[in-house]
């Protein structure tokens, strides 16, 4: 069997394909390294187990072929991270809108099956503890930039729904809730390997906002994991949540990885104004619910938070350091 990772480059495409690999599979990746790196994927290239692309998910040429190469489509490739999308909110609208459509497009003209990626900022401004998948998305108005990554992920959604629905093209949607660990780039204003960095090197880690916002961090292990399982369980049209359940808020994670880091780091808040431009909105709180990928895999993701803070630190410490 051959998979196609688009973003295959990036931080949870590498990690998949490598999962991909150690399971026997051939995979094909596509990717423009617009934020994912070759070095990411470098050992399983050079042993010939992936078979690198470099190009884009708006090159209608080059998917088509790729896709038909195919016999599985994992869709991951995507402008993210919300300093990215502030800066660059045109293409970033249209990486994810027009490449999704391009994407699912070659694959239904091949039949091929096809996971897409979406994220839990798509409940936006919902404060429903803990998020379900039927549950209500409620986004602030499209005058504020950050809302259109939720918004573009929003419409890929309905997009692979309704190419189950109406051509019967398989596809699942799977919802990642704040994924971390080895080689997430911290440039894109990632919180938790920016504070792993800012930690080992010595400068303040700085928090947006008063630090009492909530969040549950997912080892990337246990997101691909539950990627393979709903791979595995077929489980087409429908839409999973993939996190963890372990909530803490983001000042106690300063502290966190202070302690796990042994660092003397101050700790500083920063305004959302001053971080993000005025009017910015987050969220409190975002809890995923993950009784839906339990019921259908059998899986729940379950590494502990201060696990993943140490192997996030090992990694950094080990290609040591870039932008901080
Ligand atoms: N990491 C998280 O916490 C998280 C949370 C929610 C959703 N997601 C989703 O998971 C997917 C993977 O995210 P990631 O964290 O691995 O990010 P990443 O930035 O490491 O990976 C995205 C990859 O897509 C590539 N890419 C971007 N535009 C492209 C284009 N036009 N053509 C080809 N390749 C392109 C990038 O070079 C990169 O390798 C994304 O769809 C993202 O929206 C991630």
Not at 101 to 115: F, G, H, K, S, Y
Not at 152 to 166: H, T
Not at 213 to 238: M, N, Y
Request: glycine share 8%.
């Amino acid at each position: 069997m051959r998979f196609l990772i688009t973003g295959g480059a990036g931080f949870i495409g590498s990690h998949l394909a490598q999962r991909l690999v150690r399971r026997g599979y051939r995979v094909s990746v596509l990717d423009n390294l617009s934020t994912g790196r070759l070095g990411n994927l470098e050992p399983l290239v050079d042993a010939r187990l992936v078979d690198f692309n470099w190009g884009s998910i708006q090159d209608r040429y080059t998917v088509e072929k790729l896709v038909g190469e195919a016999d599985f489509v994992v869709h991951l490739a995507a402008s993210l991270g919300v300093k990215l999308i502030l800066e660059h909110p045109v293409e970033s609208i249209e990486t994810n809108v027009t490449g999704t459509q391009i994407v699912l497009e070659a694959a239904a003209r091949n039949r091929t099956p096809v996971l897409i990626a979406s994220t839990s900022e798509v409940y936006g401004k919902s404060n429903k503890v803990p998020f379900c998948e039927d549950d209500d998305l409620v986004l602030g108005s499209t005058r504020k930039s950050r809302w259109s990554y939720a918004a573009s992920k929003i419409l890929d959604e309905c997009l692979a729904l309704s190419y189950w629905e109406e051509k019967q093209l398989p596809t699942i949607v799977v919802r990642f809730f704040n994924t971390v660990g080895p080689r997430q780039n911290a440039r894109y204003g990632m919180v938790l390997p920016t504070f792993v960095q800012q930690a080992l090197a010595e400068v303040p880690i700085t928090i947006h906002g008063d630090g009492k916002q909530s969040r549950c961090f997912c080892d990337v292990r246990d997101a691909v994991e539950a990627v393979t399982k709903l791979i595995d369980a077929r489980a087409f049209g429908e839409i999973f949540n993939i996190g963890g359940t372990q909530e803490i808020s983001i000042e106690d994670l300063a502290m966190l990885v202070r302690q796990r880091v042994g660092s003397r780091s101050q700790i500083l808040y920063t305004p959302y104004d001053q971080a993000y431009g005025r009017g910015y909105e987050d969220m409190q709180r975002r809890v995923p619910s993950v009784e839906k990928l339990d019921g259908v895999t059998g899986f729940r993701p379950k590494i502990a938070l201060q696990e993943i803070i140490d192997r996030t630190a090992a990694h950094l410490r080990s290609t040591m350091i870039e932008v901080v």
